[in-house]
């Protein structure tokens, strides 16, 4: 989960494991099965698990990827009223307009103009995308086999990137949503919201390669392995949220270390990395982040001061191993 205005991380508010066990039906066979049965109920199974934990909460937005450009889902979502952006990944009709989606973004008049900022993910550079901003009402019809609404309508957002003809692959986002749009700036307020939708593949990043590397693990049990995931999960977040707290420098230069750090923690690292007294103020979060680095034996042989999640997860793992000797310690009789 994050944070709207911050664009922070406030935390896991839910995951799914599962594994295939058999290979997945396509075509009719796969609309005939129930719609539990398959696969892509996880997010509606998401949403009713997200319902039901904040009850009493009305701010939260799901926003999705094309993954979950289902019917069924989208059906879902507005019959509970659950607030929605997902990125359309089917070229559906427009009843509506009469016409298949992608065939109408041809002939709209851009309501905006404005540049946004492309990530770097596998192959792709991270570079600037000049865009054009559309929105309008649409709504599409239910497909065979499917229960429930006849029709679904809601807003349709189309962000395409304009010019750099030599471009290979041009950003298009078409994006519905049954989120009031009013003007332009709620619109792109709304895709701003989509854009901060990758920092979920930066979570799985840290939690599967980078950082908790959970892909690396080898357990005897199922049970054993689910649990260990899920303790991991946690940590990967706590590593999310520390590497956003030490990026903002300055702020960081300003803040004491035991706003994430126990006093034990960051005596620890004092200790280990000074190899002085300890000091009478509380040393800096930003201190207390790269003296964490160090302990993971990170080195700034590149003089960009970015440290990588690696590093951070390893010093961690230094830091636990010191708490644990010194509660092994404790707990030994005394000598006569």
Same mark, same amino acid.
């Given at each position: 989960m994050l944070? !709207?205005? &911050?664009e922070k991380v406030i935390g896991l508010a839910g995951q799914q494991h599962w594994h295939r066990t058999e290979q997945v /039906? /396509?075509? =009719?066979?796969a609309q005939q099965r129930n719609k539990k049965e398959k696969e892509s109920f996880k997010w509606q199974k998401t949403s009713e698990d997200l319902n039901e934990q904040f009850a009493n909460t009305d701010n939260i937005l799901h926003v999705c990827d094309r993954e979950s450009d289902i019917y069924e889902y989208l059906d879902h979502q507005q019959s509970n009223e659950n607030r929605f952006i997902v990125r359309a990944n089917h070229d559906r009709k427009l009843i509506n307009l009469n016409s298949k989606l992608h065939s109408v973004s041809k002939t709209l008049? +851009?309501?905006a103009h404005y540049t946004i900022n492309i990530a770097q993910r596998g192959g792709r550079k991270a570079r600037k995308a000049k865009v054009a901003l559309s929105y309008f009402e649409g709504a599409i019809g239910s497909p065979k086999r499917v229960t429930g609404s006849k029709t679904l309508t809601f807003n349709v957002i189309i962000c395409q990137e304009i010019g750099e003809d030599s471009q290979e692959e041009k950003l298009c986002w078409y994006l519905y949503t049954n989120e009031i749009i009013e003007n332009t700036e709620q619109a792109r307020q709304l895709v701003r919201y989509y854009e901060l939708r990758w920092r979920i593949e930066e979570f799985h990043k840290v939690w599967k &390669? =980078?950082?908790t590397e959970v892909e690396k693990l080898r357990m005897q049990t199922k049970g054993n392995m689910e649990r260990m995931v899920v303790i991991l999960a946690f940590v990967a977040i706590l590593l999310m949220q520390l590497k =956003? %707290? !030490? #990026?903002? #420098?300055e702020e960081a230069k300003k803040s004491p270390g035991d706003e994430f750090f126990s006093q034990r923690e960051w005596k620890l690292l004092w200790l280990k990395t000074e190899k002085k007294p %300890? +000091?009478?103020e509380v040393p800096s979060l930003h201190w207390c982040y790269y003296a964490l680095a160090k302990l993971g034996r990170w080195y700034d042989s590149k003089r960009t001061g970015r440290v990588g999640t690696k590093a951070i997860w390893s010093g961690w793992q230094e830091l636990m191993i010191m708490i644990d000797g010194i509660e092994i310690a404790k707990a030994l009789p005394d000598d006569d």
């Open positions: 944070d !709207a205005q &911050t /039906k /396509k075509g =009719e066979q008049s +851009p309501q &390669t =980078e950082g =956003e %707290l !030490a #990026q903002n #420098q %300890l +000091p009478v």
